[in-house]
């Protein structure tokens, strides 16, 4: 079955410091992968996904992921945090034929000035 | 501005009482979603919609009703709902069902139930 670990339920980094944010999935294919981001009050919006090809896929806000096949993960990077990624994120797979989409915890990011 | 709309953004409800929220999508996407999140717990699928058609019911207990009349609208109907049912559900759509067609959420409803 398809499961998503996300390691760090908090990290607090200062602003300008880099991130990487952790994702661990379980997934008998090649799976499709996905990060969203949840700021307060907010619903989730797309920060990036992965499909196939590059391994390094790119998305908004200055964010990036890496695909490992060989680790099963695809965590998420930005080299300098602003205070507005103050947020909530999450990985999230999916396979298949069917939309459905696994998430993981979250990962509730703070950053200090 | 978000291009699904959930309204209301926040519902006080008691046990007794029978509710329903919305969900409109202006993306003209095919697939429609419900989801609850709880604090401290992954997101739950509850429902999915595809062309107005249920195509999952996540185990959800019948004192939640879902409703599509068209692919650009849904609805969840409450009622008798139970102090753990307090949450934040959110709509979604996608253009497909696929693991390739990405999810739009909605801004979710706040419920507390009393």
């Known amino acids: 079955a398809q499961s998503v670990t996300q390691p760090d339920i908090h990290i607090t980094v200062s602003e300008g410091a880099s991130l990487e944010l952790r994702c661990n999935y379980s997934?008998?294919?090649?799976?499709?992968l996905f990060w969203y981001v949840q700021s307060p009050g907010q619903g989730l919006q797309l920060l990036l996904k992965y499909f196939s090809g590059d391994t390094l896929v790119q998305g908004i806000k200055g964010f990036e992921a890496e695909f490992k096949r060989s680790q099963s993960s695809f965590n998420l990077r930005k080299p300098s945090v602003h205070w507005s990624d103050a947020a909530e994120y999450f990985c999230?797979?999916?396979?298949?034929?069917?939309?459905?989409?696994?998430f993981g915890a979250g990962t509730r990011l703070a950053v200090h000035p | 501005e978000t291009g699904v709309t959930q309204t209301p953004r926040h519902l006080v409800m008691g046990m007794t009482n029978k509710k329903s929220l919305k969900c409109e999508q202006h993306l003209g996407h095919n697939a429609m979603y419900w989801y609850k999140q709880s604090a401290k717990k992954p997101l739950e699928l509850m429902f999915v919609?595809?062309?107005?058609?249920?195509?999952e019911n996540n185990s959800v207990p019948s004192r939640f009703s879902p409703e599509c009349p068209n692919s650009s609208h849904l609805f969840l109907h409450l009622h008798t709902l139970q102090p753990e049912d307090s949450a934040l559900y959110l709509c979604?759509?996608?253009?497909?069902?696929?693991?390739?067609?990405?999810?739009?959420f909605g801004n979710g409803t706040r419920l507390t139930v009393t």
């Open positions: 979604a759509s996608s253009q497909e069902l696929g693991g390739n067609s990405p999810l739009h």
């Open positions: 997934y008998g294919a090649t799976p499709y």
């Open positions: 999230a797979v999916s396979g298949g034929g069917y939309n459905k989409l696994i």
């Open positions: 919609y595809n062309f107005k058609e249920q195509t």
